[in-house]
């Protein structure tokens, strides 16, 4: 794959994301209005493996990110292009690229709606729907149904405890990057007859806080496993990124005051990428569009 290409009056060169100053890889989000701040990247680069496209005199045209997931899963995503190289082809070298690297793993990413046609036309499918759900907590929170378990704040090094959960409901293992997002968050599980059931995280993240990965069999453990950490984000900013349309979750995060701001496709491509098991755990709540 060329490693350059021309966009009308400019040359662009792929090269490394590690390589490249933070600091315009945050000018690049801001550019395109995504909230990512210099830690949040800080973050990525660490978790996964990218390519930027500057130009001759080091100007960020674009990103394009993979993130290994056990063996043969990849998500993507941190898929950027300046608004001055868009509906130019730059989108698509960048994701040549990045699919040449990820060679024959299965893929999964979050499509916006301006990226969706360029993901159709590299042979993604669609799955579900992403609701960004997001707002100020308020200062009560709604009733919650009656606990069935045991809720506990866990450290970060009792992670091997969640990572089996985890691997049901997400379909393969991610420890690696469970113990990079738990490093600055908190984790806090269910335990039911002595059985881990659930799980969530909570950390920083772009205008405030994002809470997830949310796993959890059910929608009463889910809003548990949620509201432990919404109580203590009152007037704070808080996002849950949800595949679930309805239900009692749903409507949870809806009176929390966590209102529908966007939505994105999660795609895939070799495989199906979302399967659920009866009565077994699910995902409730994303680690983040490019996580999944």
Same mark, same amino acid.
């Given at each position: 794959? #060329? ?9 662009l ?8 100053? +933070?600091?315009l ?20 680069? !660490?978790?996964? %493996? ?33 608004p001055r190289?868009?509906?130019?082809? &730059?989108?698509r ?5 990045v699919?040449? #690297? ?12 301006p ?19 997001? &707002? ?8 919650t149904?009656?606990?069935e ?10 992670l091997?405890?969640?990572t089996s959960?985890?691997?049901?409901a ?19 599980t269910?335990k ?8 969530s ?8 806080? +994002?809470i &997830?990965?949310? +796993? ?12 432990? %950490?919404?109580?203590?984000?009152? !007037? ?26 966007d ?7 070799g ?22």
């Open positions: 794959m #060329q490693r350059s290409v021309r966009l009308k009056s400019f040359e060169v792929a090269r490394d994301i590690a390589e490249v100053d +933070v600091k890889l945050h000018a690049l989000s801001i550019g395109v209005g995504w909230p990512h701040r210099p830690q949040d990247w800080e973050l990525l680069r !660490r978790a996964g %493996h990218g390519i930027v496209a500057v130009d001759g005199i080091g100007r960020v045209f674009g990103s394009a990110m993979w993130f290994p997931q056990g063996d043969d899963l990849a998500t993507i995503g941190s898929v950027i292009t300046a190289g868009q509906a130019q082809g &730059g989108g070298w960048l994701m040549d690229l699919l040449e #690297q990820c060679g024959d793993r299965i893929l999964t990413l979050n499509a916006t709606h990226a969706y046609p360029l993901y159709v036309s590299l042979g993604f499918t669609a799955e579900a729907i992403v609701y960004k759900c997001q &707002g100020e907590v308020p200062p009560e929170l709604p009733a149904p009656v606990l378990g045991e809720l506990n704040v866990k450290s970060s090094n009792r091997k405890e969640i959960l985890d691997t049901r997400f379909g393969t293992n991610r420890e690696r990057v469970l113990a990079l997002l738990s490093e600055n968050a908190s984790v806090c269910l039911r007859g002595g059985e881990i059931v659930g799980y995280m909570r950390r920083e993240f772009g205008r405030g806080h +994002v &997830g990965p949310i +796993v959890a069999k059910n929608d009463h453990d889910a809003i548990h496993l949620t509201a432990v %950490h919404l109580k203590d984000l009152t !007037r704070r900013f808080v996002r849950v990124d949800t595949r679930e349309k309805d239900g009692m979750f749903a409507e949870f995060l809806q009176q929390s005051r966590l209102g529908l701001s939505t994105v496709t999660t795609m895939s491509k495989r199906r990428f979302l399967t659920r098991e009866d009565n077994g755990p699910w995902v409730y709540g994303l680690a983040g569009h490019a996580l999944n």
